[in-house]
């Protein structure tokens, strides 16, 4: 089975599942969830083809070239593969941490990833809300993370599996059981977790930040852990009019307000 084939069977199967999950578990009342979901598409195709276009080698191609080159942190080491392969896969979670870390830390950089903040409604699909220039520049910085590694090709589709899979769990309208958020929190964002990171005001935003460990949060002092009522105050960035058509959202980056 080819890469692309691989991920996108586990990418479409988790989402079916969570689209389930959400019908017997829903957090917030979502009346158009189909609506949403072809828009949310719409982003990610659009971001797919411009990476595809201008970095055709992707992630787990740069692995294999810069293995092949004996670049990287891992080339110089030489450890079994399994070691490098599991610190390759912790490595670039909290790469990608930072990574979000520095998208709302730098105005240039909180214009694109506010495309994905202006949602007013969550749900698995948020995972597929982000601007195509934002995913082209996460690619181009995983890519620098992944030859600065040395990170084997496995382990960077082992991650882009899981990354995927988690930014959909973690986007997902469920209310889960209190004691499946608590459990699941202690090693893994969940969809509590992240609603605090989705919620309008700055202070809950610029926390949370993790997408799949939740210790990164904690390491470095951004966990605000989750409020677990349904009666949360919305989502969305303050002050930002969101007009949700496609063509709005791609030209939102250039809006001045929120
Ligand atoms: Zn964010």
Same mark, same amino acid.
């Given at each position: ?7 996108? #069977? ?25 609506? /949403? ?13 411009? @990476? ?9 191609? @740069?692995?294999? =070239?810069?293995?092949?080159? #004996? ?5 110089? &080491?030489?450890?079994?593969? =399994?070691?490098? @392969? ?8 909290? $790469?990608?941490?930072?990574?979000? *870390? ?7 950089? =909180? ?10 409604? &969550?749900?698995? #699909? ?8 934002? !995913? ?26 899981? &990354?995927?899979?988690? $930014? ?11 004691? !499946?958020? /608590?459990?699941? #929190? =202690? ?33 470095? $002092?951004?966990? *605000? ?16 009019? @969101?007009?949700? /058509?496609?063509?709005? &959202? ?9």
């Amino acid at each position: 089975m080819s890469e692309g084939v691989l991920r996108l #069977s586990v990418f479409l199967g988790v989402w079916l599942l969570l689209l389930i999950a959400e019908r017997a578990l829903a957090f917030a009342h979502n009346p158009q969830p189909f609506a /949403r979901a072809g828009r949310h598409l719409s982003l990610a195709v659009l971001g797919t083809l411009l @990476t595809r276009v201008l970095l055709p080698l992707g992630a787990v191609g @740069t692995a294999a =070239w810069a293995q092949s080159q #004996s670049l990287g942190v891992f080339a110089g &080491l030489a450890w079994p593969g =399994w070691i490098e @392969t599991g610190l390759a896969l912790i490595a670039l979670d909290l $790469a990608i941490y930072w990574q979000h *870390r520095a998208m709302h830390a730098l105005a240039p950089l =909180w214009r694109l990833h506010r495309v994905h903040h202006c949602d007013l409604q &969550l749900d698995a #699909s948020t995972a597929l809300r982000f601007h195509p220039v934002e !995913i082209v520049l996460s690619m181009v910085y995983k890519m620098a993370i992944v030859v600065a590694l040395g990170a084997p090709p496995l382990a960077v589709l082992i991650f882009e599996i899981v &990354l995927n899979a988690t $930014a959909l769990f973690s986007h997902a309208n469920l209310h889960l059981p209190i004691r !499946i958020e /608590r459990a699941l #929190s =202690w090693f893994l964002v969940t969809p509590a977790m992240h609603r605090v990171h989705h919620a309008p005001d700055v202070e809950r935003t610029n926390s949370n930040y993790g997408f799949c460990l939740s210790v990164w949060d904690r390491c470095f $002092a951004s966990h *605000r852990g989750f409020r677990y009522h349904p009666d949360a105050d919305g989502f969305g960035v303050a002050g930002l009019h @969101t007009d949700e /058509r496609v063509i709005a &959202l791609l030209k939102q980056p250039l809006q001045k307000n929120g």
